[in-house]
């Protein structure tokens, strides 16, 4: 399901860091990958870039070289444009299963990725887009993935509300499993703010009915691999909730439905996936709703 990725990359140390995954991009199926960096219209037209084209040739060798050692079939280009329009239309048109960006790397202009060119991908992606968190050691000042690990098979948890947009994620899921995924949590939230005072009589009913539905999820995963699978049916707000779980149950990668715009209406900017996306120390894997 993922066996052809686009890598966003440029020249900053978070992008070397980020393909120094490329063992963990192959436990997720990859084994194509499209190595893509983007130049806006000042970027591309100023002496500076021009100046630094060797720079630029030699930095996409290098990361190019980085993923091909783990076996992956590598096609490294440039492109000129906006960068989160240019990484979605090459996604869309080469038919990509996956995008992965960094949510620390810096643009030549010194943009946070995740601030500008990661947070617009997200918003209006096609493809599932992946997050990896890299961060910068204050010891040492080297950039690295965040925990230093890259094995995003090792502990998935997946935060359902059972909506339409997280089925359509729960199929990535299960892909993962059968790929060799060793341990999957299900985690539902009873969302606080909603339930809080009003449905409060309610809430063992609908924990009840929760449960019901992750067992059935439970019993999917277990028919399609032979990873440990947990579920987790619990109460309060959900970001927090869910970002409590990562942290303590050394998650190696989230999977949630997102709402990007792409071909539907909902605005994507504050829900749930987007500010897990935003302060998730690991990786999340959004996938966005059937067109």
Known sequence: MFSKILV??????????VTQCATGFRSLGAKECILLQCLNLSEAASAAVAQQKGILERSLL????????????????VVTGNAAIEINR??????????????????????????????????HAVKPVLVVRVERKPATGEVCV??????????????TDF?????????????????????????HVQDKNRIDPHLMHRLEEFNRL?????????????????????DEVCFGHPVQEILHRIESKGITLVVMGSQGRGFISEVFLGSVSHNIARHSPAPVMLVPARR
Not at 93 to 109: F, K, P, Q, Y
Not at 220 to 228: N, Q, V
């Open 8 to 17: 966003a990359t440029d020249l900053s140390a978070a992008s070397y860091a």
């Open 62 to 77: 290098d990361q190019k070289a980085i993923l091909e050692k783990s076996g992956l079939k590598v096609h490294a280009e």
């Open 90 to 123: 090459i996604a869309r048109e080469r038919e990509v299963s996956l995008v992965v960006v960094g949510s620390h790397g810096h643009t030549l202009a010194g943009e946070l990725l995740l601030g500008g060119v990661a947070n617009a991908v997200i918003h």
């Open 146 to 159: 965040k925990g230093e690990t890259c094995d995003f098979v090792r502990h998935v948890l997946f935060p």
């Open 163 to 187: 909506s339409d947009h997280a089925d359509h994620a729960f199929q990535r899921v299960k892909h993962l499993v059968a790929s060799g995924a060793r341990e999957v949590t299900l985690l």
């Open 210 to 230: 929760d449960r019901i539905r992750l067992a059935e999820m439970k019993d999917a995963l277990a028919k399609s691999g032979s990873a440990t699978i947990h």
